[in-house]
């Protein structure tokens, strides 16, 4: 399995294990927290596998290669790459030497980490919870067509970023998460389209709390045979 071999060398995956387990459940309060909705209630918290940090193709050769394709495959990715995809979008990559916490793979505005991942599988809607490397259920079934076009439909994977603002910070901030993705999917051969919410009621699916925003998505998956 292939990642992006310069994120990060190998003794730090080591150290990220053990941070992981260590700061596993003294998370910062998601947004979700508190607020899933009766069905999620079936879907089980899905521990993912720790990513792997030590392969994937040249930086230089990724950046060749990023692109923007509307179609995908149905057909979902196996949780390893899943792992890997999101820790590449957002994940845990170092301890932070100045202020005490974690350091992300994309930077953030005021170190606020405001973007929340909703990760949207063919059997429901989770949130991306970095420190645990975990992702917990929060609206279950397959809500896929309601909340990407139809050229994403059935991708396996689509990445709703989620903010309290709509502006500023916010959309710089998902940027930088969004080019990591494109970055990994390259470097996997995977399939990948960042788009605008356009008139989708994602809110709803999603089941957000008031005042909680879907500012962008993004699909990946297997291009098309
Ligand atoms: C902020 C932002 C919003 C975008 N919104 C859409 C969109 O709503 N629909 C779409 O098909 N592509 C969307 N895109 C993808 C761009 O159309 C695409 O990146 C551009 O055409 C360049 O193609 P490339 O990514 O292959 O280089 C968006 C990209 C960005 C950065």
């Not at 202020?99 to 929340?116: C, Y």
């Not at 076009?149 to 309290?164: C, F, L, Q, W």
């Not at 699909?219 to 045979?225: A, D, E, M």
């Amino acid at each position: 399995m292939r990642t992006l071999a310069f994120i990060a060398p190998r003794k730090t995956a080591a150290l990220l294990a053990l941070i992981a387990l260590a700061w596993g459940t003294q998370l910062v309060a998601c947004h979700h927290q508190g607020a899933a909705p009766v069905q999620a209630a079936e879907l089980k918290p899905i521990q993912l596998p720790q990513p792997e940090i030590t392969a994937g193709i040249p930086l230089m050769q990724a950046l060749a290669q990023r692109k923007t394709t509307r179609a995908f495959l149905d057909k979902p990715l196996p949780l390893q790459t899943l792992s890997n995809l999101l820790w590449a979008a957002f994940g845990v990559n170092r301890p932070r030497e100045v202020k005490p916490g974690l350091g992300r793979t994309a930077p953030s505005a005021m170190n606020r980490r405001e973007i929340e991942l909703d990760v949207v599988l063919a059997s429901g809607v989770y949130v991306y919870e970095a420190e645990a490397n975990r992702l917990r259920p929060v609206a279950g079934g397959d809500l896929r067509g309601k909340i990407s076009p139809e050229a994403a439909a059935h991708a396996a994977v689509t990445i709703v970023y989620v903010a309290a603002a709509k502006d500023g910070f916010a959309q710089v901030d998902t940027g930088f998460i969004g080019q990591n993705v494109y970055l990994f999917a390259a470097s996997e051969g995977l399939n990948a389209w960042f788009y605008s919410l356009h008139g989708q009621d994602v809110a709803t699916a999603l089941k957000l709390p008031e005042g909680q925003q879907a500012l962008y998505a993004q699909s990946v998956g297997y291009p098309p045979q």
